[in-house]
């Protein structure tokens, strides 16, 4: 029997070693942050895409850019005071300014773009490249103008999402207080433990996180941040509490 058991526990795979938590914080956290960015700003693009071919044809890059515009004035009016930045919205809008040079006029996307629209008719090889970067410009026009403004849509929108930061802190130590208070209550009136809702609960931590943030990015109308952040919040602090509370009585 003791070889048998010795056996099977070498034919067993060993399990992989589970990362620390410097580098979870340090490495693999912010690529994972920066993943789930660029998915919420692909799906956003797909959207506008699909909604100037279907929905809002007759707009065009206008509907873009009047959410840009919306958009703009929600962070200068709404954060005029923030615990991260003493002037959030000048800061921001400074931030914003310098990634739209940098990814489309240093670039020379922009330059291109108009650059592009005013070619004439010219002979040779290189003139027929030229008319041919002309058409395409000119068949895009308003898919590419709406690339920049949803861009920076989305750019102050992560801004935003940064600056609401301490927010959910805040409700989510106040979940994980209110959780650890039921359970403390729980455990000295010798309640009932049910780890059915302790291991479901915490599989919604990571979507309470995460889901509302990629829907606040990828929202294709102006929305005002409190909308969604203030729900968002609600419910990552609520799950929390629930798997906090429903924590098993002994370590």
């Known amino acids: 029997m003791a070889e048998e058991k010795v056996q099977q526990r070498q034919q067993q795979p060993a399990q992989p070693k589970q990362p620390g938590l410097f580098i979870t914080l340090f490495w693999l956290l ?3 942050i920066i993943g789930i960015l660029l998915a919420a700003l692909l799906v956003s693009l797909l959207i506008e895409y699909v909604g100037m071919s279907f929905i809002w044809f007759s707009e065009g890059a206008e509907h873009s850019r009047q959410v840009m515009l919306t958009e703009s004035g929600y962070l200068s009016e709404g954060f005029t005071r923030s615990l991260l930045l003493s002037e959030p919205a000048v800061v921001i809008s400074h931030w914003v300014q310098n990634v739209y040079q ?6 020379g996307f922009i330059d291109w773009l108009k650059g592009a629209r005013q070619i004439q008719g010219k002979n040779g ?18 898919y590419l103008q709406a690339t920049v403004y949803v861009t920076i849509i989305f750019a102050i929108r992560v801004a935003i999402l940064v600056l609401s930061i301490p927010l959910f802190i805040m409700v989510s130590l106040t979940g994980i207080v209110d959780g650890l208070v039921r359970r403390d209550l729980r455990r000295y009136g010798a309640g009932y433990e049910s780890s059915f809702v302790y291991h479901h609960a915490k599989r919604y931590v990571k979507p309470a996180m995460y889901g509302p943030c990629m ?15 203030l729900p968002s919040a609600v419910i990552l602090g609520g799950v929390l ?7 098993k009585k002994y370590l």
């Not at 090889?125 to 308003?142: I, Y």
């Open 30 to 32: 912010p690529w994972k």
């Open 102 to 107: 940098w990814v489309f006029v240093d670039s």
């Open 125 to 142: 090889a290189v003139a027929a490249l030229n008319r041919v970067g002309s058409w395409l410009a000119m068949a895009l026009w308003e």
């Open 215 to 229: 829907l606040y990015l990828a929202w294709p109308t102006a929305v005002w941040p409190n909308l969604l952040l």
């Open 241 to 247: 509490s629930v798997v906090t509370g429903a924590f």
